[in-house]
Nanobody, 115 residues
Framework: QVQLVESGGGLVQPGESLRLSCAAS????????MSWYRQAPGKQRELVAT???????SYADSVKGRFIISRDNAENTVDLQMNSLKPEDTAVYYC?????????WGLGTQVTVSS
């Protein structure tokens, strides 16, 4: 059974950091490009960052230079280090494949950036 479980979210002040983690089970993790997505209230889900099979990465312009995505194929995890957080980063964060068909979405982890 395929399962994605996100963790690490919380309430932080602007400028602070958080590290999110996604644990995947039931899939051959290493063959997939994996991504982090986020969905803010009233907005569509958007792609935040991707780590490809060979380890290369790409980022949305809004997070470039602040977020770092990484993966551990042995542990079937993909992490997102978020630095210099801004209020506009507030959203529920999810992980999934970079391309469809997507895996069943997890519950996500809430990130709130507020003073």
């Amino acid at each position: 059974q395929v399962q994605l479980v996100e963790s690490g979210g919380g309430l932080v002040q602007p400028g602070e950091s958080l590290r999110l983690s996604c644990a995947a089970s039931g899939i051959i993790f290493s063959i997939n490009a994996m991504s982090w997505y986020r969905q803010a209230p009233g907005k569509q889900r958007e792609l935040v960052a991707t780590v490809f099979r060979a380890g290369s990465t790409s980022y949305a312009d809004s997070v470039k230079g602040r977020f770092i995505i990484s993966r551990d194929n042995a542990e079937n995890t993909v992490d997102l280090q978020m630095n210099s957080l801004k209020p506009e980063d507030t959203a529920v964060y999810y992980c999934n494949k970079f391309t469809g068909p997507f895996l069943p979405w997890g519950l996500g982890t809430q990130v709130t950036v507020s003073s």
